[in-house]
């Protein structure tokens, strides 16, 4: 009989292999903007889109720091690819806010993954006999070309639909759509994290039943695992955070490969052997580890507290939002160090340092990674009433 620790395991495991398939395949990820559709079925048979989906659903419920070991694997091998991988399974832990029927319903395929988008101000759900009518426009839905679901968050309306009830994000309901109802717009022309295939979507005049719809922040969920406990947006800032500092460990390596093999300039000796790019390789290790270890002791705190007590003291979400925002920030660092290094081959898309630059660079403009975080921590430790999302 396989034990739990045991499959745990097996996951590690077989992150590991699908990782080499992955760097493999990672100029494909870049170039067709997305996870081709053979990499992203297998992700899915291997059970790798139902992490943190609860054994009732048959999922995982992974233990955290394990699904975050497993992020680190993949994002070390391409960033986007993790970065989808955080994005449909975190989002999976919503599973136990909606109906279980429901949720029953989404994740009977093995290959099912929901992803979602933030609404613009031209969404609305107008009630109706049995569900709602819903219209607008959502956008950077990160894993949308092997989705299965869409869930699109959205104010609702009075019945006549001439006024929003509220815009506030706790009035609002996720309402859940199979994916070929849905209409998507390629809008995903970024630089960087292009394997995300971050596309938004419209849909207009949709009629969405009552049990395809939900109350994301006032349903109490059906099942009390510490992942169904925790803030979703802290799951996501460590998953988020995560990938961003894996990035720069692999810009490291990077810059230390060229360090060893390239010479600087004029000169004839080997940059390995120079003074300031020891110090540099030195700076952007000790960022990287003191930031690496911020986070997983700040989402080490949160997960035993969800565990023995099921809540969190805000102490431990300000921590946790401190030293996720703190990683995004200084993996950006880090690569702009290793980027330096490089030297003027750096601006080249054949130099591995150039995708990882314009990855990172991306990822900084996150709300997860966002520099007024640092505002909610600071009001907290002066003794406010921090603001922010937490």
């Known amino acids: 009989m396989v034990t739990e620790q045991q499959s745990q ?61 497993i992020l680190e694997i993949i994002a070390e091998s391409d960033t986007s690819t993790a970065w989808c991988l955080n994005q449909n399974n975190v989002w999976s832990t919503s599973s136990t806010r909606m109906p279980e ?52 968050l959205s104010p609702v309306a009075i019945p006549d639909g001439s006024a929003l009830v509220s815009t506030d994000r706790k009035d609002m309901k996720i309402f859940l759509i199979p994916k070929k109802e849905v209409e998507f717009v390629d809008t995903w022309d970024a630089q960087g994290m292009r394997g995300t295939s ?8 949709m009629f969405v039943p009552s049990n395809h719809s939900y ?32 990035t720069a460990k692999a810009s490291i390596s990077v810059a230390v490969d060229f360090a060893s093999a390239g010479q600087s300039g004029r000169k004839q000796a080997l940059m390995r052997d120079q003074g300031t790019v020891q110090r540099s390789i030195g700076e952007a290790r000790a960022i990287y580890s003191a930031s690496r270890a911020f986070l997983r002791e700040s989402m080490s705190a949160v997960w035993a507290s969800a565990i023995s007590r099921g809540s969190l003291t805000l102490e431990e979400r300000i921590n946790l939002r401190l030293a996720s925002t703190h990683a995004i920030r200084t993996s950006a660092n880090v690569v702009d160090i290793c980027y330096n290094l490089c030297g003027s081959g750096a601006i080249f898309a054949s130099n591995p340092i150039q995708r990882r630059f314009q990855d990172i660079h991306v990822i900084t403009q996150h709300l997860q990674g966002h520099p007024t975080n640092y505002e909610s921590a600071g009001q907290f430790f002066l003794g406010f009433e921090p603001e922010g999302n937490f």
Request: glycine residues 6%; proline residues 5%; charged residues 20%.
């Open 215 to 246: 109350d994301q922040d006032n349903a109490e969920p059906w099942n009390n695992g510490p992942h169904y406990l925790i803030p979703r947006t802290l799951l996501f800032a460590a998953g988020f955070s995560t990938v961003a500092l894996a």
């Open 9 to 69: 395991l097996d996951y590690i495991e077989v992150a590991q292999e699908l990782a080499l398939v992955i760097k493999q395949n990672a100029e494909r990820i870049n170039t067709e903007r997305q996870i081709p559709l053979d990499i992203a079925e297998d992700l899915a048979d291997r059970g790798f889109f139902r992490l943190l989906l609860p054994k009732s659903l048959k999922g995982a419920e992974l233990e955290h720091s394990k699904f975050l070991d």
């Open 101 to 152: 029927a429901t949720a029953a319903e989404v994740w009977k395929d093995q290959r099912a993954v929901v992803t979602n988008g933030p609404p613009s101000a031209s969404c609305k759900a107008v009630p109706t006999d049995g569900g709602h009518i819903l219209s607008g426009r959502w956008n950077f839905s990160s894993g949308c070309t092997h989705a299965t679901w869409i869930a699109a």
């Open 198 to 205: 971050s596309f938004g979507f419209e849909l207009n005049e």
